[in-house]
């Protein structure tokens, strides 16, 4: 109709304009940078954050221990600074892991079709537990370490990514160049690897990227119930852990680290939806009414 | 519809009994002896071999699996190890908290997640859209003990307006319930809310494009009644999917939001179980979630025919 | 001639900012007078729809902006009315049907509760009262099996069922004016014929007054009292029904009536005037339709234009009008006979 075609272009000038995905996701990149380079630094240049020093539990926030120190005199700042480590290392790996692992399981289930029943059913299965869970079982038997936490982690998020992309995999089967490749004989791992994984991409990246905001707040929770974490690397969840039965007086033990936390998965989250307007043009719209 | 129920039923039988056997060779995907892995480090030789009886690990793996399921179609999910108390019976004690909190957080979240969904989508691409995205992302990025906290310290500790911390069962009055779940549901729907707002707002972005939307205009319908009336029934499905979706989430948050709020439910009660390696009770709990889980999905599989009449069973 | 229902003036609607900014619609000026048949006729993206839209203000209003000098309804303006009064017009005074019948009826409502509801929108009336104008209406536009039809959703009705109770939800308030756009384009011919036939006995019934848009000239020929062609956002001709098609006055009206004589002669080609619609950005001097026309001379595209009279009640903008009438049409008689 007339309306359609008259606005188009207009509009989409327009939402490029005015969208905050840009100008957002460059400043959620920005934010991130700064924690990735605060997990190598601080490690580095801090001053002790294991030893115990009695005298100075449970301070408040001043200009020694800027974020107070915990209940056994130790800086709030520095452990908490330490775990960004943590963190952002079981964020990426378990995006990481279950990209491959998903991706591949769903690569496989929705191009070659072979045990693509079984494969799914399994996946129902494994969405029917909650997955922090799922998670919390799997740490708690599997023991304590990063390496278990992060399996723990990772296998509960694998089912949505296997289901992302057997759709993604399923619908770009169908597109006319993929059927032309297949039919002059070209070699599946030619397709797969030339036509349909470099479509699939951008919708895993985004799903990726959302995993690792999800692994991150996951890992807080299992450090936070005491499940999995070891007490020599610092964790959010861990510091916060400890500060429970002091919440009602040194609250900033869990206040520091929350909003370190916060934020980081905050803006993960944010980068993610930048990432999906920039890959996924058809989100683009807005009501008429 | 009957027909429908039935075909729906059959359709969970795969993932239940993927979930049977998840739950039944947990304990044995760890490594190294499951006796000793429950029993804890201090165990003495004795109280291994117990537990290694009570749990019939010296069986076959297929006869522990008959006898475990044999047990289930009982309604016997077996004895905790730490307590020695029926699994049943534990989770039947529990139930009423968890029951009362989900209940409450959903109400909340619906409430709080359409209309702020469907202002966002109405007034899309402006201040009130941004900051209606901005807090549903917030909402699922907080985690939900931070959340907690804050509320505890603030309404509770500060203000002394609401209890810090516990239950107060339905048998002693619907009004000390009430107190004692405000914070926790608080806490626990501002995720839920995310979720839901994000997903009312893009399903009614499509919606207010439709025609049907314009000709509800020119027929002299006004704004509120377009919004509440021709389109949000027409965005029904997607909400309530999602709404069913988020329970497995609600479900994660239960865990922590107990265990933050000290209260006696499933969630406090997984926790414990886990941490004490109480197997027979984490079995248990995983197939208590999961059923409530499959069965809310199932409900809500139900419902689309109300908001959507072309779907019929 | 009565007095005119509806009155527009030099009506503009244009999308997005300035120098952007999309003129779809220009200097779009027409009466109608009670009982009256207009046809608003052109190609897609000629404004037609849009034209519509603009009259009861139902264009997205963050990106849409319309201008008018007069805009009147039985002497009223319509211009500068808030949401709250034009919702007092929308579906009373000034009833819309749609293209689509199926996109235009909400699928999550029963067909007898949309009815009820244009009804109950316009003036303090039961349930029970609704529901019975609601069966009246049905009955009006010759559905058959009214009562049971009410309880039904739209999907369990056919396309030319739901054409018939859009018309009946835009008849429930007997409007002064029904603006119909496109009503038959989605229905197969039979059902097209009905439908028209349908429209021109309510229109008698009601002494309602009627602007048909379409692009359909079968249709037109059918059903107009008068004819205005768009394109390119403005009114090019407009006249009584047998002077646009006998008299054509415009290389365009020309170009559209010689494509239905050729679709006529030869059935399976589709008819097209060579060339597509421009694209209406910011202000432009001369003639749109200049580039495709066969008689257009250089100065068509750089004179200003204006709508001359050329016989009581025809007008067009056409600097070649003389000429163009010269050019034996075939096309009028085909399609008028």
Known sequence: MALVSATGPVDAEATRRRLPGNAATHVALGIVAVYVLLAVVSPLVLGDYISVHPATRLKPPSATFWFGTDQLGRGIFERTLVGTGNSLLVGACVALLATLIGGGIGLVAGYFRTGEWVIMRLMDGLMAVPSVLLAIALASLLGAGLTTVIIAIAVPEIPRMVRLVRSVVLALRQQPYVLAAISIGTRPAKILFRHILPNAVGALTVQATYVCASAIITESILSFLGIGSTPDSPSWGSIMAYGRPYFQVSPWMILFPGVFLSVLVLTINILGDGLRDMLDPRLRRGATL | MLRYVGLRLLSTIPVLAFVLLLAFFLLHLAPGDPAALIAGDSATPAQVEAIRAQLHLNEPLSTQLWIWLIDLAHFDLGRSVFSNLPVTQLIAQRFEPTLMLAISTTILAVLLAVPLGVIAAYRARTGIDRGVIVLAVAGYSVPVFVIGYCLIFVFAVQLHWLPVQGYKPLAEGLGGTLRSLVLPTVALAL????????????????????????????????????????????????????IGIGFASLIGGVVVTETVFNIPGLGRLTAEAVLRRDYPLVQGMLLTFAVMLVAINLVVDLTYPLFDPRIRY | MTAPVLQVENLGVSFGVEPNALHAVREVSFSLSAGETLCLVGESGSGKSVTALALLNLLPPRSARISASRLALEGRSLLGLGERELSHIRGKAISMIFQDPMSSLNPALTVGYQLAEAVRLHGPVSAAAARRDALAILDKVRIPDAARRLDE??????????????????????????????????????????????????????????????????????????????????????????????????????????????????????????????????????????????????????????????APGHVTRCRRAAIVRGAKSEAGHLAHG
């Open chain 2, 191 to 242: 995720l839920y809310v995310g979720l839901i707002a994000r997903v009312t707002r893009a399903t009614m972005l499509e919606v207010l494009d439709e025609d049907y939307i314009r000709t509800a205009r020119a027929k002299g319908a006004l704004t509120l009644r377009v919004l509440c009336i021709h389109a949000l029934k027409n965005a029904g499905p997607p909400i309530v999917t999602v």
């Open chain 3, 153 to 310: 959703y739209p999907h369990q009705l056919s396309g030319g069922m739901r054409q018939r109770v859009m018309i009946a939800m835009a008849l429930a308030c007997r409007p002064r004016v029904l603006i119909a756009d496109e009503p038959t384009t989605a229905l197969d011919v039979t059902v097209q014929a009905q439908i028209l036939e349908l429209i021109g006995d309510l229109k008698a019934d009601f002494g309602t007054a009627v602007l048909f848009i379409t692009h359909d000239l079968g249709v037109v020929a059918e059903i107009a009292d008068r004819v205005a062609v768009m394109y390119a956002g403005r009114i090019v001709e407009e006249g009584e029904v047998s002077q646009i098609f006998d008299d054509p006055a415009h290389g365009y009206t020309h170009g559209l009536l010689s494509t239905l004589a050729v679709a006529n002669r030869h059935a399976q080609r589709l008819p097209e005037i060579p060339g597509s619609t421009p694209r209406i950005l910011g202000a432009d001097m001369g003639c749109s339709f200049a580039p495709r026309c066969a008689f257009a001379e250089p100065q068509c595209r750089t004179m200003e234009l204006h709508m001359a009279e050329i």
